[in-house]
C-alpha cells in the first residue's frame, strides 16, 4: 500500500511538472507569463533584495568604520580610498577570478558586491566628517566634550546627509551588480534575465529577459524611495535647510 501511495504522489507530482512545462512551451504575452510565473519572479526578486541588503550593511560598518578612522589624517585617508581601484575591474571579472577561492554561489557575488559598494560609502565618510565647519567643532571643545563625544554629536550628525548620499550611490550600482552574479550561480533576478538570454528566440525568452530587467528597476527605484525617507526622518531641518 505504501508503496502505491508513493507512486500515486509521484504520477500526480509529474502530472503538475508536464502542466508547468506546458506553460512554458507556449507562446505567452508578458502579463500572462507573469501571471503564469510570478511565484518564481518573487522569489528572485526576495533574494535580490536580501543580498544587496546583506551587501550594503556590510559595507557600510566597513566603510564608515574606516573612514571615522581616518578622516583626519590625509594619508590614510588616500590609502582608505584605494578600494576604487576594484571599481576598474570588470564585474563579470571579478566574480570569475573569485570562483578559485569562494566557488559558485552566494558568497561569491556577496565578496564582490561588498567590494563595489565601498568606495562610495568610504570616500563620502571622509569628506563628510572632514568637512565639518571647524567653528563648530571648536564650539564642541569649548564645551568640554571629549575627540569622541564631538565625533557621534557633532561630525557625525553633520556629516550624516553626505554619508547616506554614499550609501545610495552604492545600493543604486550593486542593485545593478547583483544580477551578473547569475554567472557563478548568484540568487536574484539575474537569473531571469541569463536564462532568458541563454534560450534567446526561444518562446517565452524576452519575456524572462523584460520581467527580469523590469524589476530590478522597481527595486532600484523602492530602495531610492526608502532612502528619502529615511534622509527626511534622520535629518534636522536645520542641516536639510
Known amino acids: 500500500m505504501a ?9 500526480r507530482s509529474d502530472g503538475r511538472d508536464s502542466v508547468s512545462s506546458g506553460r512554458r512551451s507556449r507562446t505567452l504575452s508578458l502579463g500572462e507569463y507573469l501571471s503564469e510565473n510570478w511565484v518564481d519572479v ?15 550593511a556590510i559595507a557600510v560598518v566597513i566603510g564608515v568604520g574606516l573612514g571615522m578612522l581616518t578622516y583626519r589624517h590625509s594619508l590614510l585617508s588616500s590609502l582608505a580610498t584605494t578600494t576604487s581601484a576594484f571599481l576598474t575591474i570588470p564585474s563579470i571579472a571579478l566574480l570569475g577570478i573569485l570562483i578559485g577561492p569562494l566557488g559558485l554561489g552566494t558568497a561569491n557575488v556577496l565578496f564582490a558586491l561588498v567590494l563595489y559598494a565601498l568606495l562610495p560609502i568610504t570616500r563620502n565618510t571622509i569628506v563628510g566628517l572632514a568637512g565639518v565647519d571647524s567653528s563648530l567643532v571648536n564650539a564642541g571643545r569649548g564645551m568640554g566634550m571629549s575627540r569622541t563625544r564631538l565625533l557621534w554629536r557633532v561630525r557625525v550628525p553633520l556629516a550624516w546627509p ?14 545593478g551588480i547583483a544580477a551578473i552574479g547569475a554567472y557563478v550561480s548568484g540568487p536574484g533576478l539575474g537569473n531571469e534575465i541569463f536564462h532568458g538570454l ?24 523602492l530602495f531610492d524611495i526608502a532612502y528619502i525617507a529615511i534622509d527626511r526622518l534622520t535629518t534636522s531641518r536645520g542641516i536639510r535647510a
Open 42 to 56: 518573487l522569489n528572485d526578486a526576495i533574494q535580490h533584495v536580501d543580498i544587496t541588503a546583506a551587501a550594503i
Open 198 to 221: 541563454a534560450r534567446f528566440g526561444a518562446v517565452n525568452s524576452l519575456n524572462q529577459v523584460l520581467i527580469g530587467t523590469g524589476a530590478i528597476v522597481i527595486i532600484a527605484l
Open 162 to 175: 553626505v554619508i547616506l548620499s554614499g550609501i545610495r550611490v552604492s545600493t543604486q550600482m550593486i542593485i
Open 3 to 11: 508503496h502505491m501511495a508513493s507512486a500515486n504522489r509521484k504520477l
